[in-house]
Every structure is written in C-alpha cells, then in structure tokens.
C-alpha cells in the first residue's frame, strides 16, 4: 500500500518493550492509545548522549512521532508524559507485576494497529497504580487480568454460570467451561475454590479496592492461581486460531 508509507502520525503510548537492534538503535513495542499495538524503531537511542533513550524505557507514558515504514514503523519523537523509573524497577514486586502486564498487553494485541482502547486505558491504569504502590502488586495485577479478559471478551463468570447463564453465586469453577458452573452444568474436574476467594475476584472486577485490600494472604494465592489458568487456557486457543485469522486476512 505506498500510499499510506512514510506517512508521520502522532500517539500516546505505554512501552511495552525494548530490543536492541544494531549497535544504536533499539525496537520498542508499544502500546498505543489509537493504533494498537506498535513496534516502531527508535534510532541511535543507545548512545550515551540520546535523551531519546530515557523516554522510550519499559512501563513510561509517552507521547510520540512515528513514522509509517514499510515493515516496521520508526520514532521520530518522544516527550514523557510520566515515566515511573525506579517506582517500578527499584521495587521487586512491582517490577515482576509490571513485566506481567506488559507481557499480557503484547499477547492480548496479536493484531499490530489494531486499536485496543480499553485494555491501553487498563495498562495505563495499572503501571499508573503499581507506581503508586496504592495496593499490593499481586491484587494490581490480577484486577488487570481480569479486566484484560474481559476487554477480550473472555472475562471468567462470576455471578452466573458459566455453560446456561443462571444467575446466582457458584462453588464450582471450571476454566474450559469460562468461571463458576451452576451444579446441573458443572463438567467433571472443576476446581471448587473457597467462596472468599471468588468475592475476591468479584471485587477485583468490579474495582471494590476496600473488600480486595482486606482479603486474606491464602485466597490472594488461589485466586492468582485461577486467573493464570484462565489467562493461560485462553491465550493458547487465541493462539491457536491465530493462523486461520492471518490467513483470512490475506484472503481479504
Ligand atoms: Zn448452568
């Protein structure tokens, strides 16, 4: 499509990620708030006097420049809008949860371009409060999980059944079936987790911060538990099918 190369565009974005690429410059995925995910070149950022550099580390808000290339798209400017520097990476705990949110925010996006509004608005709200160590990084992390499902449309179901929609409140939990099964739905092998630890991930959905703070250590545990396996069970079949969508694409 030459008529959309070298066509300059302008974005806010979270850096996802930094490689080094050659002896100066460096790849940098982003998410942006428009165009999705974006994987842009940043040149000579690896010098010593490049304050480029600085701006273009992983978990900042940036503003950005870039220009459309013909595979990958390259940075042409970058201003920080706030870049958390050591509030995150001097903090172990809120770096590993940070580097598990930008790891999520990449595999959610296996489009490039293609906007994801509301999981940018999740990512940068979660960096924005693991830098402000307003809560525990687990509990950070797993409502940005949860939410993430659910902007991809996979949330687990909580407050129904998962297989017949029945509303109510469910002891048994199966990730292939998506969340809570009512006891007629309920496939063989369900987890059965602690009624605590499934008001906990309601709370975590819904934002309810004063029920999630007051949680106890061992449900934080088991509901981390569930919402990797769900995570985890969804992003394969994603992947999975990943191929057919590519192929479609060039059918197009
Ligand atoms: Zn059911």
Known sequence: MPAFRNRLYRDDAVVLRNQKLGE???????????HGRVRAVARGVRRTSSKFGARLEPFGHVDLQL??????????????????????????????????????AERLTPIEHEPAQTLFQLTLGALRALAAGEHTPGLILDAYLLRAMGSAGWAPALTECAVCGEPGRYGAFSVPAGGCVCPHCRPAGSARPSPASLELMIALTNGDWKAADASETSTRREVSGLVAAHLQWHLERELRSLPLVDRAMEQA
């Open 24 to 34: 100066a410059d460096r790849i940098v995925t982003l998410l942006t708030r428009r």
């Open 67 to 104: 220009v459309e290339g013909r595979s990958l798209h390259s940075i042409s400017q970058a201003e920080s809008i706030r870049l958390y520097g050591g509030r995150i990476t001097g903090h172990y705990g809120r770096y590993t949860a940070a580097s598990a949110i930008a790891e999520t």
